[in-house]
């Protein structure tokens, strides 16, 4: 009986180990998602700084 114990206790170690990988890869995801999306803002904003300024550029005449 005491082995099957130990078995048990081994099995729930090793799912709570999986659990805690599992929420892991699923924060990095989650980071990844972010900066994809982050990188998607900021090429939006760096796009819409440059054709601002050539279009000032245009109207200024330089």
């Known amino acids: 009986m005491s082995e099957v114990k130990q078995s048990l206790v ?4 090793d799912v709570s180990e999986t659990k ?3 929420e892991a890869w699923g924060a990095v995801k989650t980071a990844g998602k972010f900066i994809k999306w982050l990188g998607s803002i900021a090429t939006g904003l ?3 700084y440059l054709l601002a300024k050539a279009g000032l550029q245009h109207m200024v005449g330089k």
């Open 10 to 13: 081994q099995v729930e170690k």
């Open 20 to 22: 805690d990988l599992v």
């Open 46 to 48: 760096v796009a819409f």
